[in-house]
C-alpha cells in the first residue's frame, strides 16, 4: 500500500472510531433530549421560513451520480431562487453544460433555455406548492431545496421519519449554525440552521437509500434575503430576442437541458 494511500486510510479509520466512541458513549436519556430539541429546532425553522413572504437566496449545489463501476461523480451548479407566496418563484441554474431559468407567476409555468435561446411554457395555475408538486411527477424538474419552502414543510418532511440526530454545531459560510440529521425509509437527510432569530437553513444534504452506494445531492445557501430586503422581481416572463418557443416534448429530448450533461447516460458507464 502506498504511503498516500496509508495516510487516506488512516484519515479515514480515526474518524470512523472518533464517531463510534461517541455513539456508544451517548447515554438513551440523552439522546432523547436531543431528539427533542433537534425537532423543536427544526420545527423552529420550517415556522420561520414558511412566515416569510418574499425570499431570495443563491446557492451552489452538487448532484451525485454512481457508474456502473460504483464511482461516485459530482454534478455542481449554481444558481438563484427569488419567491413571493403564494403563486411566484423564478430560479436559476448554471453547470456549466446547462443555463437555464424557470419562472412562475401564478399560471404560467416557462423554461428558458438560455444557452440555446430556446423556451417551453406551460399553464399551471395554482399555488408554490401545487407547482412543485407538478414540476416532480410530470416534469422531473424539481426546484432547489423546495421541499424546505412548502406551506407545510415540516409535516411533509417529518411525516416518515424514524430517528432524529441533533449533532452540535457546524459553521456553514461563516455562520454557526444547528447542525440535524434525519432519516426515513428511503432517505436520511441532514440540515445545518443558523442560529440566532432568523433560523434559516445554511445546508441541506438528501441521500439516496435506495440506490447503491447512497448517492447525494447537496445544496448550500447564501445571500439569504427576506421581506423588504429583496429586490422587486419581475415574474413575467418577456422572452429574449431571436429567442424560439417550443413545446414541452422537445424540450426534455433536448441534450444538456435537464440534470445530466449529454454524455451521462442513465444505465451507461
Known amino acids: 500500500m502506498s504511503s498516500q494511500r496509508k495516510r487516506m486510510f488512516s484519515a479515514v ?38 412566515a416569510q413572504q418574499a425570499i431570495a437566496f443563491d446557492y451552489d449545489a452538487t448532484l451525485e451520480v454512481v457508474t456502473k463501476d460504483r464511482q461516485k461523480l459530482e454534478l455542481a451548479s449554481s444558481g438563484t431562487v427569488s419567491l413571493a407566496r403564494p403563486d411566484k418563484i423564478r430560479t436559476t441554474r448554471s453547470g456549466g453544460f446547462v443555463d437555464i431559468e424557470t419562472l412562475f407567476d401564478g399560471k404560467t409555468l416557462t423554461f428558458l ?83 440566532g432569530a432568523s433560523p434559516r437553513p445554511c445546508r441541506y444534504v438528501i441521500t439516496s437509500k435506495q440506490i447503491a452506494d447512497g448517492p447525494q445531492y447537496t445544496i448550500q445557501l447564501r445571500n439569504w434575503k427576506t421581506g423588504g430586503d429583496v429586490a422587486t422581481t419581475d415574474y413575467a416572463f418577456k422572452p429574449p430576442a431571436g429567442a424560439r418557443q417550443i413545446n414541452l416534448d422537445e424540450l426534455k429530448a433536448m441534450k444538456n437541458m435537464g440534470e445530466l450533461p449529454s454524455h451521462f447516460t442513465v444505465g451507461g458507464k
Open 13 to 50: 479509520s480515526a474518524v470512523a472510531l472518533v464517531l463510534m466512541a461517541w455513539m456508544v458513549r451517548s447515554p438513551g436519556t440523552v439522546a432523547g433530549a436531543d431528539e427533542a430539541q433537534a425537532r423543536q429546532l427544526f420545527k423552529a425553522m420550517t415556522d420561520y421560513v414558511g
Open 113 to 195: 433555455g438560455k444557452n440555446k435561446n430556446v423556451y417551453a411554457q406551460v399553464e399551471v395555475p395554482g399555488s408554490l406548492d401545487h407547482l412543485v408538486n407538478e414540476l416532480q411527477k410530470k416534469f422531473d424538474r424539481p426546484l432547489p431545496a423546495a421541499d424546505l419552502f412548502l406551506s407545510n414543510a415540516h409535516g411533509e418532511l417529518m411525516a416518515d421519519v424514524t430517528d432524529v440526530k441533533d449533532l452540535g454545531s457546524g459553521v456553514i459560510g461563516g455562520i454557526e449554525c444547528d447542525y440535524l440529521a434525519f432519516r426515513t425509509k428511503e432517505v436520511d437527510f441532514q440540515i445545518w440552521i443558523a442560529q
